[in-house]
């Protein structure tokens, strides 16, 4: 089993940015982050080492990784696990998958403002849906991710005996957008709006802590890709 204490390094290319973390035990070591909409694969591997060498290690020190697994832009999270996979197996260390919901959910229960109240996750699919995952004040999944459009996830959010809920993510504004005065004021939104790699490392520790063998990394897509049918002939 691994210990809390142990080295592990947290990645996330899901969304428009790419980032890393070096944590050992609660402390973070190391933390890198550049907005980036492309080019992931170029600079995953060289932010890594930066990160490694700035917290005084190496690749042979990490006892674990931790990458986002979705949802997200299909080519940045492909990226980003097919490095974190590479990496596991070079390095002989397990590899924990996270979502991009528990990332930003758990940088927004760390504030203040998140006392008391649930948090809707919201996150952009640059379609006409979006990605939700709700929890509960506890800090629980209420219900299974999914992906709806900014009317119903909104009707969702306003039903009636719903707890206070708190909105982030980098489409929340989209649902706020749609709803009427009343409802809109009912529902506050937190400036966290995509995961990051610093929630990733914190959350894939907690998950080496408990010792089981991390499941086989699978991507949470919530949707088919789009794709373009081959021409006939």
């Known amino acids: 089993m691994l210990s809390t204490s142990g080295t592990i390094i947290g990645i996330d290319s899901s969304t428009g940015a790419c980032s890393i973390a ?11 982050h550049e907005d980036m909409t492309r080019g992931q694969s170029e600079r995953l591997a060289p932010m890594a080492e930066a990160g490694l060498a700035a917290a005084g290690l190496g690749f042979p020190d990490l006892d674990a990784i931790a990458v986002t697994r979705g949802p997200g832009s299909f080519t940045g999270l492909r990226i980003g696990m097919a490095f974190a996979k590479g990496l596991g197996q070079a390095l ?11 990332a930003v959910a758990r940088a927004v229960f760390a504030t203040e403002a998140a006392a008391g109240h649930g948090i809707a996750v919201i996150l952009e699919s640059r379609r006409a849906d979006l990605f939700l995952q709700i929890y509960t004040t506890g800090g629980a999944p209420d219900g299974p991710p999914v992906a709806l459009p900014p009317e119903d996830i909104a009707a969702r959010l306003c039903q009636e005996g719903a707890a206070p809920l708190l909105l982030a993510g980098d489409a929340a504004d989209k649902v706020l957008a749609v709803l009427d005065q009343a409802s809109a004021a ?10 990051d790699a610093r929630e990733v490392a914190l959350i894939g520790l907690e998950m080496a802590g408990d010792g089981d063998i991390p499941p086989a990394l699978q991507p949470l897509y919530l949707r088919a890709p789009d794709v373009t049918a081959p021409r006939a002939g």
């Open 186 to 195: 009912m529902l506050r939104s937190s400036l966290i709006t995509a995961p």
């Open 22 to 32: 070096v944590c050992r035990g609660g402390t973070m070591l190391a933390h890198f």
């Open 92 to 102: 002989g260390i397990p590899v924990f998958g996270v979502t991009g919901f528990d």
